[in-house]
């Protein structure tokens, strides 16, 4: 059974940072893609950024480019979202997802495994 607990959140200040992270158990993620989305109350779920679990390729969504970066640690089967300059509109829950192909989908319908969240929220 799949498992992905996200933890990092926390209460920043504006251009504050905070390290997220996914720890992901269950099965082998080889030819996976590890995702990063966020949602506010009343929006959808947003893309942030993913990568792929061998190879290491990275995408970003527009808003957090520049600021944020993803990374994994094959060892501890983690996967790392590094925010720095972080804004107010930044503020969301932050979740942790897995898709068992390497095709590049920003979608979140495209996604088959999901943590529980995390809140990120970044004051002025």
């Known amino acids: 059974q799949v498992q992905l607990v996200e933890s990092g959140g926390g209460l920043v200040q504006a251009g504050g940072s905070l390290r997220l992270s996914c720890a992901a158990s269950?099965?082998?993620?080889?030819?996976?893609?590890m995702a990063w989305f966020r949602q506010v109350p009343g929006k959808e779920r947003e893309f942030v950024s993913r990568i792929t679990w061998n190879r290491g390729m990275t995408a970003y969504a527009d808003s957090v480019k520049g600021r944020f970066t993803i990374s994994r640690d094959h060892a501890k089967n983690t996967v790392y979202l590094q925010m720095n300059i972080l804004k107010p509109e930044d503020t969301a829950v932050y979740y942790c997802?897995?898709?068992?192909?390497?095709?590049?989908?920003?979608?979140?319908?495209?996604?088959?495994?999901w943590g529980q969240g995390t809140q990120v929220t970044v004051s002025s």
């Open positions: 269950g099965r082998s993620f080889s030819n996976y893609a």
């Open positions: 997802a897995a898709r068992g192909s390497t095709v590049y989908y920003t979608t979140p319908e495209k996604y088959d495994y």
